[in-house]
């Protein structure tokens, strides 16, 4: 059983980076899809990119196509979300989640990290 926890939410400015983590427990990482989820208040949980477990497999919304960036370190066990030109509406608490398999749909996606929140101020 994978165990979740992201980091690297926080506030910043309009046009400004933020790179959010998420760090697995388990020996089985690399076997695990991951994806990036936000949800933002009173909006349903949003897929934002996903990633496979040996890394290529990558899939972006087109809410965030071009912004931001997905990648992971199975040596570390941890996957990443680089987040640039951030703008308000990208105000939401972001989750990471995993997948036996490659998916886009929430459904798939067994285990879940808490959230963190991001917000950009304009």
């Known amino acids: 059983q994978a165990q979740l926890v992201e980091s690297g939410g926080g506030l910043v400015q309009a046009g400004g980076p933020l790179r959010l983590s998420c760090l697995a427990s388990?020996?089985?990482?690399?076997?695990?899809?991951m994806g990036w989820f936000r949800q933002a208040p009173g909006k349903e949980r949003e897929l934002l990119s996903t990633?496979?477990?040996?890394?290529?497999?990558?899939y972006y919304a087109d809410s965030v196509k071009g912004r931001f960036t997905i990648s992971r370190d199975n040596a570390k066990n941890t996957v990443y979300l680089q987040m640039n030109s951030l703008k308000p509406e990208d105000t939401a608490v972001y989750y990471c989640?995993?997948?036996?398999?490659?998916?886009?749909?929430?459904?798939?996606?067994?285990?879940w990290g808490q959230g963190t929140q991001v917000t950009v101020s304009s």
């Open positions: 990633i496979s477990g040996a890394g290529g497999g990558i």
């Open positions: 989640a995993a997948a036996l398999h490659l998916a886009r749909s929430i459904r798939n996606y067994d285990y």
């Open positions: 388990g020996r089985t990482f690399s076997t695990y899809a």
